[in-house]
């Protein structure tokens, strides 16, 4: 993955794909989900899947909504493997039993998270450890995949110290362990508490093993600074959701919104130098993740024919919607 995203930048490394916009709980601080949306037909989600591999997509990861209400998901992730693409999913995990587990080890699989806000359940979110942690028994004792645990700090979390019972477990039960900053309703940094960023700093300690530390972005938000940063959303970073558009990411849907179907390298190469005003005061850990491949190459500026200047010219910057 790392050779192939070195030298070319003309695909996308990581693609979030929308199977079901329906969730099965309803978190105060999310706003990726709803109560009624039916699944996406199959021959729609195989359609975009090839189109994500006719662009050389490197990583699928499966999203919602709730992903695991979708009645064909095996399926989708056997279509996904077929392509030679990695795929990956994030689930609240509620609707893990062990044999939906083994279904998942038999499709394919290689990697799945669980964000874990709380250690009990509240009115802002329900995926507790309280209630998940026989999910993640089950994980261990099953999953023949790899298992990240995400636990969260900020955001109206009652109880930040829960971020470290969490994590703490996960390691326990050896899986690996990542900490989020939770974002306000435009995907925006909301600076933590100096309890907040304590327990932050703890985190990043204990999950030292993990395989997703390149997380150097939080250090700022944590303290409510800015990142200066080139954002290759639209580009190495693609969300398609239930629709099938390609947006920026979850928090910044409308923004290219054009139907993956006609999505082309040329769309890649533009979006890949497009300045986005939402990018300094950004939370959104995979687009940051993915992001930092192309760092030390193509300023992100056009020249009015299209192309990268690399040694000059305009800004091309695209105004999006950030919080008040």
């Known amino acids: 993955m790392i050779l192939k995203g070195l030298i070319s930048a003309d695909h996308p490394i990581l693609a979030h794909l929308i199977p079901i916009r329906r969730c099965n709980l309803s978190c105060a601080y999310c706003n990726e ?20 591999a006719q662009l050389g997509t490197t990583i699928i990861t499966l999203s919602g909504g709730e992903p695991l209400l979708h009645p064909e998901l095996d399926s989708v992730i056997r279509r996904v ?7 990956g999913m994030i689930t609240n995990g509620y609707l893990l039993t062990a044999e939906r587990i083994r279904r ?11 964000s874990i806000d709380n250690v009990n359940p509240c009115e802002v979110s329900k995926k507790s450890l309280k209630v998940l942690d026989r999910k993640l028994q089950l994980l261990a004792a099953h999953a023949e995949f790899h298992v990240n645990i995400n636990s969260v700090v900020g955001g109206g979390i009652r109880t ?31 600076p933590l508490s100096f309890e907040e960023q304590e327990i932050y700093l703890q985190m990043k300690k204990l999950g030292k093993r993990s395989y997703a530390q390149i997380n150097y972005f939080q250090d700022n938000v944590a303290r409510g600074l800015e990142n200066r940063w080139r954002c290759r959303a639209g580009a190495r970073y693609l969300y398609i959701c239930e629709d099938g558009l390609v947006h920026y990411c979850s928090q910044q849907r409308g923004y290219p919104a054009k139907p993956l179907e006609e999505y082309t390298t040329a769309d890649i190469r533009r979006e890949f130098v497009t300045e986005k005003s939402c990018a300094p005061r950004c939370t959104v850990a ?7 491949m192309d760092f030390w190459r193509a300023p992100q500026r056009l020249t009015p024919s299209g192309q990268p200047a690399l040694d000059g010219g305009t800004p091309d910057l695209v105004q999006l919607e950030t919080s008040k």
């Open 33 to 52: 989900y709803d109560r009624h949306s039916p699944p996406v037909p199959m021959e729609d989600l195989f359609r975009r899947i090839d189109k994500l």
């Open 81 to 87: 493997r077929s392509r030679g693409i990695i795929a």
């Open 104 to 114: 998942l080890n038999r499709a394919g699989l290689e990697h799945l998270q669980i």
């Open 160 to 190: 930040p110290q829960d971020a470290l019972v969490i994590g703490r477990r996960a390691v326990e039960l050896g899986f690996s362990s990542t900490v989020g900053i939770i974002h306000d309703g435009s995907g925006q940094l909301r």
């Open 286 to 292: 995979c687009v940051h993740q993915v992001s930092y």
